[in-house]
């Protein structure tokens, strides 16, 4: 069984979908919720699912060590980054050498890095004109939105649309590919191929 630890921040609706998707799975299962919010709504979504979940402070996130020894507790083989906003530690990336997979709701490279996460993303996308956004799913390294691409899908920007448009169709490709993405990417490093 590979064994997927969830790290979100916010109301966690990526986290509940990957966690539904693998409901049941012989192979896959998310075990634990990790968070740097004890007020996020994800805590709840999970809870609802049977999902055990734990805060960490950002100080606690920052030093690295609490968090690794949760993750050595639910045996924890790959992290998955879902709306998680802070950045992961040397520590933890040397545990986990590309076994960190994030979701960035644009296509990257343009619009990644620091202070570019949710509608701060489809505000620039929509500003500067973008005729297509969408998403890029990648390995985290040190630096942020910077690890290698696993996969992107792309949606047009329409010129009368809004950044609220383009989030709606953003969240769209998110729920559609993400979990099949972690899926493959998890199935080929175990058997060599594609699920």
């Known amino acids: ?75 924890i083989d790959w992290i998955v980054l879902a709306g998680f906003m802070n950045k992961i530690p040397l520590n933890i990336l040397n545990a986990y050498p590309n076994r960190i997979i994030n979701i960035h709701p644009a296509l990257l490279p343009k619009y990644g890095g620091k202070g570019m996460y949710g509608m701060h993303v489809h505000e620039a996308v929509v500003a500067a004109g973008e005729k297509d956004s969408g998403i890029t799913i990648h390995y985290i390294d040190e630096n942020y939105d910077e690890g290698p691409v696993i996969f992107q899908a792309t949606c047009p920007v329409l010129p009368t649309d809004t950044p609220e448009d383009v989030a709606t169709k953003v969240h769209a490709l998110e729920y559609a590919h993400y979990p099949q993405v972690i899926e493959n990417v998890l199935y080929f490093t175990r058997h060599g191929f594609v699920h």
């Open 1 to 75: 069984m590979i064994k997927i630890a969830v790290f979100a921040s916010g109301s966690g609706t990526n986290a509940e979908n990957i966690s539904k998707y693998f409901f049941g799975n012989q192979e896959i299962e998310v075990s634990v919720l990790i968070s740097n919010n004890s007020l996020a709504g994800v805590h709840a979504r999970m809870s609802r699912l049977g999902i055990p979940s734990v805060t960490f402070s950002k100080q606690e996130f920052a030093e690295g060590r609490l968090v690794l020894e949760k993750l050595v507790e639910y045996s």
